[in-house]
């Protein structure tokens, strides 16, 4: 993995519960770490749901090690929210390539 490549900057969020200003639970999201990273891929693809016809826009990320990232994280890039899909291990803990789907409008 070449450092040239990694050329996106993205931001690896985990979901955490903090109290609104009412004292009721409510999930927010806490900063776990600030990557730079490879975009491999950016499909977007047109299917028919159960909610009608649908638009995915799902992106592949390249990004070096880090351990701890689960499917319940989430990828902040450009302003938008990223759920993971799918991870994969680059190497022996040289990297990842993470397969995420935006979410949200």
Same mark, same amino acid.
Not at 15 to 41: C, F, H, I, N, S
Not at 75 to 92: H, P
Not at 94 to 103: F, H, Q, S, W, Y
């Given at each position: 993995?070449?450092?040239? %490549?990694?050329?996106?900057?993205?931001?690896?969020?985990?979901?955490?519960?903090?109290?609104?200003?009412?004292?009721?639970? !409510?999930?927010?999201?806490?900063?776990? /770490? !600030?990557?730079?990273?490879?975009?491999?891929? @950016?499909a977007?693809?047109?299917?028919?749901?159960?909610?009608?016809?649908? !638009?995915? %826009?799902?992106?592949?990320?390249?990004?070096?090690?880090?351990?701890?990232?689960?499917?319940? @994280?989430?990828?902040?890039?450009?302003?938008?929210?990223?759920?993971?899909? /799918?991870i994969?291990?680059?190497?022996?803990?040289?990297?990842?390539?993470? !397969?995420?789907?935006?979410?949200?409008?």
């Amino acid at each position: 993995m070449r450092s040239g %490549n990694l050329d996106r900057v993205i931001q690896i969020q985990r979901p955490t519960t903090a109290l609104d200003m009412y004292g009721a639970p !409510t999930t927010a999201w806490a900063l776990v /770490a !600030t990557m730079r990273a490879q975009k491999l891929e @950016n499909a977007i693809t047109d299917r028919e749901g159960q909610r009608g016809d649908t !638009t995915d %826009n799902v992106i592949t990320f390249r990004m070096r090690w880090i351990d701890g990232v689960t499917l319940e @994280n989430r990828i902040a890039y450009k302003g938008q929210q990223f759920k993971i899909m /799918a991870i994969k291990e680059v190497g022996r803990h040289v990297g990842l390539d993470i !397969t995420c789907e935006r979410v949200g409008p």
